[in-house]
């Protein structure tokens, strides 16, 4: 069964400034793929940033980028130069290659201090 | 592009009532994935459905049930409604079978139970 784990419940970070989301999985796929999404207080999901298993770059999207680390499958969220509009809840999702099933982690949630 | 819509966004229902929800996917989409939130269990998967049919299913009781159009629309059904299934579902789409294909949502119906 596939795994996936958020372990930080919450996150706080001052405006302009980095944080990383921290992600873990486990499967035993080699293709796969793995998704941030980002959860404001309205509820909808926001699609943030997508990795893919044999991508050997690490994704970015603007002030997104996926720290990929296959070896220890992890797939931290790095958002640079945090803004007001960035708290939110996060969560980091994987889908198997066969089928279109997601499975989700507890999220994290972010604040953005002034 | 239209993104996923979902009607209606709110709903109060009494126990053992029954409810539908619809979700539109994004022009061109042809699965659609709905799931269901709650604080404490999370994100949890319901079924997905491709070209009208149910493809993956999730661990919820027959009183959980969708259907998908020829139009690619889907409704989901809940019947006899218990306190329990007070939650934001959320609806998801994607393009092609197959391929790590992102999933857009929708903002959800948050449905209460009385």
């Known amino acids: 069964a596939q795994k996936i784990t958020q372990t930080q419940p919450g996150m706080f970070v001052q405006e302009k400034e980095a944080v990383t989301l921290d992600c873990t999985y486990d499967?035993?796929?080699?293709?796969?793929?793995l998704f941030w999404y980002k959860q404001p207080s309205s509820g909808e999901m926001i699609f943030l940033i997508y990795q893919g298993s044999y991508d050997e770059q690490n994704a970015t999207e603007g002030r997104y980028s996926l720290n990929f680390q296959k070896a220890r499958k992890s797939a931290n969220l790095v958002i640079s130069a945090s803004q007001l509009g960035d708290s939110a809840m996060y969560f980091c999702a994987m889908r198997k290659n066969t089928g279109n099933q997601f499975y989700f982690g507890t999220g994290t949630s972010l604040t953005v201090i002034p | 592009k239209a993104g996923v819509t979902q009607t209606p966004r709110y709903l109060i229902k009494t126990r053992g009532q029954q409810v539908t929800l619809s979700c539109s996917p994004i022009s061109g989409h042809r699965s659609v994935s709905w799931y269901q939130q709650t604080p404490g269990q999370g994100l949890q998967f319901l079924f997905e459905y491709f070209s009208e049919t149910q493809r993956n299913k999730g661990n919820f009781p027959g009183r959980f049930s969708g259907r998908q159009f020829s139009n690619s629309r889907s409704e989901m059904n809940v019947s006899t409604l218990e306190l329990g299934d007070s939650a934001l579902y959320l609806c998801?789409?994607?393009?092609?079978?197959?391929?790590?294909?992102?999933?857009?949502f929708g903002p959800g119906t948050r449905l209460l139970v009385l």
């Open positions: 998801a789409s994607s393009g092609l079978a197959g391929g790590p294909e992102t999933q857009y």
């Open positions: 499967t035993s796929d080699q293709s796969y793929g």
